[in-house]
């Protein structure tokens, strides 16, 4: 007679604490161990232990720097609606959109578009030409395009800069750890 294992996904263990400690990270991700620990009333050793379970879990999938986009010359900002020709796979944006170094950010989505792009550029007229590019694919029907103004809840924005941290403190979007 033989048996067969069953497997089932299981959704990784996380608790207020791995909340506390993962919203630490996004506001320092250079923190000490200790230092977090103070923070969320865990040793060190404790929040070492979770964050290694974290990531093993592939809730924490990596930390990254941040970088003001103005220090690179990148001083224009916009997202780009993307509308496809038939149903363009995922698979095929993501190649096109590997293409492109200027976009930082790119999601297929709900709604009247397929795709969503975060473009960075040096000017408006380098935004054209990477807009341009994008629009040279074979697939793409239209764009439709909206530049940056000012960003509201970044850290260190003039305006609403501790909404910004206050959002990734609460597990907002604004932090990224990959």
């Known amino acids: 007679m033989s048996t ?10 996380f608790d207020d604490l791995d909340r506390r ?6 506001e320092n991700a250079r923190a000490s161990f200790n230092e977090i620990g103070a923070a969320v009333g865990l040793s060190g050793t404790a929040v070492k232990r979770r964050v290694d379970r974290m990531r093993a879990d592939g809730v924490i999938t990596g930390f990254t720097a941040t970088v003001r ?20 796979p995922p698979r ?17 989505v709900t709604g009247g578009a397929d795709a969503l792009l975060h473009v ?5 007229q380098h935004f054209e030409e990477v807009l341009e590019r994008i629009r040279a694919e074979p697939f793409v029907r239209r764009t439709v395009s909206s530049l940056v103004l000012s960003d509201l809840l970044a850290p260190g924005s003039e305006p609403g800069a501790e909404a910004g941290a206050d959002r990734a403190a609460r597990g907002g979007g604004a932090a990224m750890l990959r």
Request: aromatic content about 6%.
């Open 21 to 26: 400690i993962v919203a630490a990270l996004m």
């Open 120 to 124: 960075r550029a040096a000017s408006v």
């Open 69 to 88: 986009p103005s220090a690179l010359g990148w001083g224009t900002e916009a997202y780009v609606e993307v509308y496809c020709d038939g149903a363009a």
């Open 4 to 13: 067969k294992a069953t497997t089932h996904a299981t959704t990784p263990q």
């Open 92 to 108: 095929r944006l993501a190649e096109v959109v590997r293409n492109h170094p200027e976009i930082v950010a790119a999601m297929t």
